[in-house]
């Protein structure tokens, strides 16, 4: 007897792999609005297949039809995608580096707008907002934190963390510059912590995609780090002109450790402030310092 084609084991190529991965993109965006077409291709399709498994698909066609008639799903796909993930203080170098040597210049300025794109968990919203309030930069500061996922920009609102990481996070924030106890800014029960509401005051956060939206709010910094390395060329240029477009001149953008200004577009409007840490400044001379 010949076997059911529901029998058959599944033949797969990359050709077909490919095929599939482009149906799912167009599926998610004609069904949901979201646009991961100029996602770098090979960190797309490792993710999208990740989520098939991790969703108990046979195939990333089988996810399709989910994602067409499971509204509900859609967090876990955004989450799956975006790799929201982030740490407090990651990378303490470039927080001091924002301390010691961008803090005051900003500090020139009689209010201070922040923008955070890709904020994921919210961790690094927090470690900013830190700073600020030992900086005594806080009360005249502005944060918008965005990001694609609205369940992502829940976690971050919620600001409730595991105790896990408490220890090195603590480490993080004395390498930063960190002036007291990271304890002080936050409270512990049950393998929990809880930020404190206090460094929610001034921050905004806000449904943002770097793909399709324009310019967020005029900024004097703008922190867009770890989100670039997903984006296809043609992307990380369309981001990085938003993020020109968007400073104030004199403004100053931070960029993660593993990307640059090299090769994009925008790259002559920026010169570096400082570099290691990938931290730039648009060109031309602050309005408040104009005679």
């Known amino acids: 007897m010949a076997a059911r084609l529901s029998d058959r084991p599944i033949v797969y190529s990359p050709e077909l792999e490919n095929i599939e991965v482009e149906l799912f993109v167009q599926a998610l965006q004609r069904r949901h609005g979201y646009d991961f077409s100029q996602y770098a291709p090979a960190s797309l399709k490792r993710r999208v297949q990740q989520l098939a498994e991790q969703l108990e698909c046979k195939t990333v066609s089988g996810l399709i039809e989910r994602v067409m008639h499971e509204p509900l799903l859609l967090p876990s796909v955004l989450e799956g995608l975006t790799v929201p993930a982030s740490d407090m203080f990651r990378d303490p170098p470039m927080f001091r580096a924002l301390l010691e040597k961008v803090f005051p210049l900003l500090a020139c300025y009689p209010q201070i707008n922040i923008w955070l794109a890709g904020c994921a968990h919210g961790q690094e919203v927090y470690s900013l907002a830190i700073l600020l309030e030992e900086a005594e930069l806080y009360e005249r500061s502005k944060i918008f934190a965005t990001d694609l996922s609205e369940y992502a920009l829940q976690q971050a609102r919620e600001g409730i963390y595991s105790t896990r990481e408490a220890q090195q996070w603590s480490r993080n924030y004395h390498a930063s510059g960190g002036s007291r106890s990271l304890a002080d800014y936050y409270s512990a029960r049950y393998k929990l912590l809880k930020i404190d509401q206090r460094l929610q005051r001034h921050v905004t956060f806000a449904a943002h995609n770097l793909a399709a939206d324009g310019v967020f709010c005029e900024a004097h910094l703008i922190l867009c780090r770890n989100v670039l390395i997903y ?43 400082d570099e290691p840490m990938r931290i730039y400044r648009l060109s031309g001379q602050p309005d408040h310092l104009k005679p």
């Open 231 to 273: 984006f296809s060329n043609p992307l990380q240029d369309r981001a990085l002109s938003l993020f020109r477009d968007s400073l104030v001149r004199g403004g100053f953008l931070c960029l993660g450790l593993r990307e640059s200004l090299d090769y994009a577009s925008s790259a002559e409007d920026f010169s570096p402030f």
